[in-house]
């Protein structure tokens, strides 16, 4: 049933908003500290993720994970962990509220509760360039979930093997040799790598479209902690018409792992100090 607007309906849209986290108080990160260690370091593994399937890598806490595009658009979901911690680990719902809808230089990954401590910085990213287009999308977004076996059951009544979420649940039980069941239980919301996404004006739907990525773009994290990185290869490619699908053409994305000598003065973050008794 369609409502009349009350006589205040323009004056009440009107209110202004507030942003709910001001971030002037965040600690900022050292860029310039960072771009001058990048620039020391060295090549140390490459791990290739193919199309449709998911790897796992290890950076150690002061060194670089360089994601790149090598043959064509494709776009990577990406779960972090603390490397000997599987408890903490990315928490896009905060990392959303702290940096916005699509993260890029300067903005952090955060762990989740209680932890809540940056788990990575990123510090270049060649898609900087692309902002916000007319359609309201950008890129490397933290609102989507990741592609998944149960929402395909529920909305198309098939199942599908190879989404994002099963491809980052075999990575997982493989790297540390868990049941897939168990496995499962650690995957969680993603970094889209890539991804261009947004929200429609007219419906507040969750949009993609082609990524703008092209072979040799990159995405550069600098790793705040010791870090176990899954990444899965999109089974929609760039996108730009379905995703969970075996027809998009799909392309093989690169985890390189750039070692480095810690920045001058630079520790891994403590965990958040909240003492945790939530008032008791």
């Not at 919301?189 to 947004?198: P, W």
């Not at 093989?252 to 008791?280: C, F, I, K, Q």
């Amino acid at each position: 049933m369609t409502r009349t607007p009350p006589p205040d309906a323009e004056s009440r849209r009107a209110v202004r908003p507030v942003i709910c986290y001001p971030t002037e108080t965040l600690p900022q990160p050292p860029l310039d500290l960072y771009a001058a260690s990048l620039a020391a370091a060295t090549h140390a593994e490459t791990v290739r993720v193919p199309p449709r399937e998911a790897r796992a890598v290890e950076i150690p806490a002061g060194s670089f994970l360089r994601i790149r595009s090598v043959e064509g658009p494709q776009v990577g979901d990406l779960n972090l962990f603390a490397r000997d911690d599987l408890s903490e680990r990315f928490y896009s719902g905060k990392t959303r509220a702290l940096h916005g809808t699509h993260l890029t230089t300067g903005d952090r990954l955060w762990s989740g509760f209680p932890h809540l401590r940056p788990m990575a910085t990123v510090v270049e990213d060649t898609l900087e360039w692309y902002g916000i287009d007319a359609f309201g999308g950008s890129v490397h977004d933290v609102i989507g979930t990741r592609c998944d076996p149960y929402t395909g059951r529920l909305l198309n009544g098939t199942d599908y093997h190879h989404c994002c979420h099963s491809n980052l649940t075999r990575a997982l039980s493989e790297a540390r040799g868990l049941p897939p069941h168990e496995a499962e239980m650690h995957v969680h919301d993603v970094l889209n790598v890539f991804m261009c996404t947004g929200f429609t004006r007219d419906t507040g739907q969750y949009f993609m479209k082609a990524s703008p990525v092209r072979p040799g773009d990159h995405l550069t994290l600098f790793a705040e902690i010791d870090l176990l990185a899954l990444l899965s290869a999109c089974p929609g490619g760039d996108c730009g018409s379905e995703h969970s699908s075996d027809t998009a053409p799909c392309h093989p994305l690169d985890m390189e792992v750039w070692a480095a000598s810690p920045p001058e003065g630079w520790a891994p973050p403590e965990r958040n100090g909240y003492d945790r008794s939530h008032g008791t």
